[in-house]
């Protein structure tokens, strides 16, 4: 009977690869709900959005993979229902589908806005291909640009929309950008970076309700302080909702995500979740986590692989991050909070610099600009449990890779 993955986005398809790269010689099968090759989602709202030229989509693996693998992908054939008895998954035209262990890489979607005007024309959100597509039309039009939410996305879009000349103001409820992710001193520098850049951040200022103009299309965006901004065209990136609900109607628990073991099964042991959906024991912060990370999903889908193949180990990958907003690329390695102790190595002056993270005198994140050696080394670091001291970060010319190179 084989494998079942259901998606196929990164974590899906990962799986597959994995499997078949491990030896496993019985059939698998991928449903995945869009009706096209499986692509990259991270360069949709960076290089796909760039002026000049005709965008493609980047293929996660080319269409001779699935064919040289012997993987049966079926695109835009969504899966309804599961039927763990039968260890069967019923698909869009009612057809069952025997498998002998199911794995679930459904992904998430994204949070709509429900205020007052949210139903007029010129709101996107970006997170599909057809998203994008929408998106980079639009950008050749566009005057007066509003994002609701400064996440990784909103950023994202709102540098490329400045490279396209657009006039950009970004409302964010939070009273810091990227706040969910990034350290305060991190997420200050990103403000007066965008800030220089053109691009107006009102932060502390969410959105109340839209307005339309007489064709329906949206004018102006107006804040939850009463200001008033025009938009032709509006981008919403206010987070993600799991895509659980399948799991949900086969009576696996579920609790912001599909709750798993750390060896990403979930309740039933025949089936595994993995990706954003996953809701899985960090051992990193010690707390569930659900992350939505293209590193998160490859690394789940590769564990995935192992534990079908009979592996039985936990799941304890470092996670790591990444952003490109216009020209600053932002990486981050293992996950910080708001209260950890914090060091600056190199010249934020420069565009390129690290912040590093201690919690009760360990290293615990590393977040760097525009400084590749530096993430590098702080993976390596975090992986080994070998970072610096906070005193020893803190010595002048300290170098993060020098560091590295010594202990690993």
């Known amino acids: 009977?084989?494998?079942?993955?259901?998606?196929?986005?990164?974590?899906?398809?990962?799986?597959?690869?994995?499997?078949?790269?491990?030896?496993?010689?019985?059939?698998?099968?991928?449903?995945?709900?869009e009706g096209c090759l499986p692509y990259q989602r991270p360069p949709l709202s960076k290089d796909y959005l760039a002026p000049g030229g005709s965008p493609v989509p980047l293929p996660l693996r080319p269409a001779s993979f699935y064919t040289d693998n012997d993987i049966d992908l079926r695109s835009g054939v969504p899966a309804t229902d599961i039927d763990r008895d039968n260890k069967t998954v019923t698909i869009s035209d009612g057809t069952a589908l025997p498998y002998d262990h199911l794995v679930l890489a459904t992904g998430s979607r994204n949070r709509q806005l429900t205020c007052?005007?949210?139903?007029?024309?010129?709101?996107?959100?970006?997170?599909?291909?057809?998203?994008?597509?929408?998106?980079?039309?639009?950008?050749?039009?566009?005057?007066?640009?509003?994002v609701i939410g400064a996440g990784f996305i909103g950023l994202e879009f709102a540098a490329a929309a400045r490279a396209h000349g657009c006039s950009v103001t970004v409302l964010e409820f939070a009273s810091r950008p990227m706040a969910r992710a990034l350290t305060p001193a991190m997420s200050e520098w990103f403000t007066d970076a965008h800030q220089r850049n053109g691009i107006e951040l009102r932060l502390g200022e969410g959105i109340s309700r839209f307005e339309?103009?007489?064709?329906?299309?949206?004018?102006?965006?107006?804040?939850?302080?009463?200001?008033?901004?025009?938009?032709?065209?509006?981008?919403?990136?206010?987070?993600?909702?799991?895509?659980?609900?399948?799991?949900?109607?086969?009576?696996?628990?579920?609790?912001?995500?599909?709750?798993?073991?750390?060896?990403l099964k979930t309740s039933d042991p025949w089936i595994l979740a993995i990706g954003d959906c996953a809701n899985y024991p960090n051992p990193h912060t010690r707390?569930?986590?659900?992350?939505?990370?293209?590193?998160?999903?490859?690394?789940?889908?590769?564990?995935?692989?192992?534990?079908?193949?009979?592996?039985?180990?936990?799941?304890?990958?470092?996670?790591?991050?990444?952003?490109?907003?216009?020209?600053?690329?932002?990486?981050?390695?293992g996950m910080s909070s708001a209260d950890d102790t914090t060091t600056l190595i190199g010249d934020p002056a420069t565009a390129k610099f690290s912040v590093l993270c201690h919690?009760?005198?360990?290293?615990?994140?590393?977040?760097?600009?525009?400084?590749?050696?530096?993430?590098m080394a702080a993976r390596k670091l975090l992986t080994a449990g070998l970072g610096p001291s906070p005193e020893e970060a803190q010595v002048p010319g300290f170098s993060l890779k020098a560091h590295t190179n010594r202990l690993c």
């Open 287 to 333: 707390t569930r986590t659900r992350l939505e990370s293209v590193q998160n999903a490859a690394a789940h889908g590769r564990h995935a692989a192992q534990v079908v193949l009979g592996a039985s180990d936990h799941y304890e990958e470092t996670p790591w991050f990444w952003s490109t907003q216009g020209t600053l690329r932002l990486q981050m390695a």
């Open 1 to 33: 009977m084989g494998v079942i993955i259901i998606g196929g986005g990164q974590a899906g398809i990962q799986t597959a690869d994995s499997l078949r790269s491990g030896g496993y010689t019985d059939s698998i099968t991928i449903l995945a709900e």
């Open 359 to 375: 919690r009760d005198g360990q290293l615990v994140a590393v977040e760097s600009v525009n400084a590749a050696a530096d993430h």
């Open 212 to 263: 339309a103009g007489p064709d329906g299309g949206v004018c102006a965006a107006h804040s939850t302080t009463n200001r008033r901004y025009p938009a032709d065209l509006v981008v919403v990136g206010v987070g993600v909702i799991p895509n659980d609900e399948i799991a949900a109607r086969a009576g696996l628990e579920t609790n912001n995500g599909i709750v798993v073991d750390q060896s």
């Open 116 to 146: 007052p005007g949210a139903e007029a024309t010129g709101i996107h959100s970006l997170k599909t291909l057809r998203d994008a597509e929408e998106l980079h039309a639009a950008l050749t039009q566009a005057r007066d640009i509003v």
